[in-house]
């Protein structure tokens, strides 16, 4: 009796210097994103007592991707996971949330079809699959194959589920840091770009104040001359003279158009915050909106017919129509706009969704960026003053594109106000 005690002891004690050696090992790595999948492939190796493993990463693009395995050269590092190779069981499994889901006759398994040609040159007998969530969202998954008669054990599925949660959190605070850094980066690039464009924008528009106030002269003398019966000048120069001068004039209007947007751009007011009710507002906003004949449909959180949140309507008013105007200009059928709670991070995150033409990877890093556009007459302001908008709200927007083209606005939950009989009272989520 007292014998299993100890090795029951002992074996705790060994689990527990296991995974701060584990622990140990990721907090090296910080920094170091490729190197940290590296030790958790290993890790997880060692603690499951499997034959292969390989780490199975979603990134901004919401692409699933191989991006660590053991033995190296036995899981194609880098390849994108498709259709073909298994991509809608893998994302059945993280949108279920399961904590595991083994498979124990792979070569017959219909769901793992895919695998039939490894698990026949492999001779594996059993797979495991373990999803990993940081702060809700799904972020990976963790892939263990095992080879001839042995099966996982009891014991090593608890250790999987340890090794787990660590590398979930060390992955998700790994890439929260990946993305303040690149925020630090953007907001500095953005405000250098802002003061020159500012200057620069004041020197264009005096000089094309002076070139409008020329051609308004030129157009009004023209038009004298074309009037009077004794012009000197020979009717046909007059009109060509006429024509030049009336696309001097229009350039001229459209240039300061634009010089006009970039300073208001520039000049960014601050959001007046008041209370409101967010799926109200979406409501009321989808009546306004000219959705072009396009099917527009909301699917809400109700848990927000509660809450009234603090937010500038007019300001999500216009990023709301950017939007959906973006939407139509992609030749969507079909819209979806979402509102969904997220009470454990305090925030709120609307989501519009459209079938249109898919965004470039090319064009998807700088989407956000002043100035960047795809259409002829565009300025490149629209995403970036939406992206400015939800920014000065203490919030983010983040979009993927693939099948769907999906922008979320996440909004922060400072304040909430939920409603009662008798008024409403003041909560904090």
């Known amino acids: ?19 701060v050696e584990t622990a140990e090992l990721l907090l090296t790595t910080r920094g170091d994103y490729q190197k940290m999948l590296d030790v958790i492939a290993l890790r997880a190796l060692k603690a499951s007592g499997a034959d292969r493993v390989c780490l199975i990463m979603k990134n901004e693009r919401d692409e699933l991707k191989i991006e660590s395995g053991l033995p190296k050269d036995a899981h194609g590092i880098g390849q994108k996971i498709t259709i073909d190779i298994g991509e809608t069981f893998l994302r059945r499994i993280i949108k279920r949330e399961e904590s595991i889901v083994l498979v124990t006759n792979p070569y017959e398994d219909p769901r793992v079809a895919y695998m039939r040609g490894l698990v ?15 702060e809700d969202e799904p972020i990976g ?7 001839g008669s042995e099966r996982f054990s009891r014991e090593a599925l608890e250790k999987i589920k340890l090794l787990g949660r660590l590398a979930s959190t060390a992955i998700g605070m790994e890439l929260k840091r990946q993305k303040d850094r690149q925020k630090i980066l953007t907001d500095e690039k953005l405000r250098t770009l802002g003061e020159h464009s500012s200057r620069i924008a ?21 038009l ?25 004039d229009g350039e001229t209007k459209k240039l300061e158009g634009i010089v006009n947007h970039i300073l208001t751009f520039m000049s960014f007011k601050k959001p007046v915050m008041e209370k409101h009710n967010i799926n109200k507002f979406l409501k009321d906003e989808l009546t306004l909106s000219p959705a072009n004949g396009i099917k527009t449909r ?9 809450l009234n949140m603090i ?29 969904k709670l997220k009470p454990r991070q305090k925030e709120v995150i609307i989501s519009i969704i459209n079938d249109g033409k898919r965004i470039s990877p ?28 939800v920014k000065s709200h203490g919030g983010d927007i983040s979009v993927t594109s693939d099948v769907l083209t999906e922008f979320k606005i996440i909004l922060p939950l400072h304040k909430t106000f939920g409603s009662k009989n008798n008024g409403e009272s003041e909560n904090s989520l």
């Open 224 to 248: 004298k001359e074309s009037r009077s019966g004794e012009s000197k000048i020979d009717s046909r120069l007059l009109d060509t003279l006429w024509g030049t001068a009336k696309i001097i």
């Open 298 to 306: 909301l699917k809400l959180d109700k848990q927000l017919d509660r």
């Open 1 to 19: 009796m007292i014998g299993e005690k100890n090795q029951s002891v002992e074996k705790n004690k060994s689990e527990i210097k296991d995974l």
């Open 362 to 389: 090319e064009i998807m890093k700088d989407l956000f960026s002043p100035f960047v556009t795809t259409k002829m007459d565009g300025n490149g302001l629209g995403l970036a003053n939406v992206q400015s908008i």
């Open 141 to 147: 998954i963790l892939v263990f194959d095992r080879i």
């Open 120 to 134: 026949r040159t492999y001779g594996i007998s059993s797979i495991l699959f373990l999803p990993l969530f940081f």
């Open 311 to 339: 937010f500038d309507r007019k300001m999500l008013s216009i990023c709301l129509h950017d939007l959906i105007r973006n939407a139509i200009e992609a030749s969507a059928t079909r819209i979806i706009i979402k509102s």
């Open 202 to 222: 004041h020197i264009i528009r005096n000089s094309l104040t002076i070139i409008g106030g020329f051609s308004g002269r030129l157009l009004k003398y023209l």
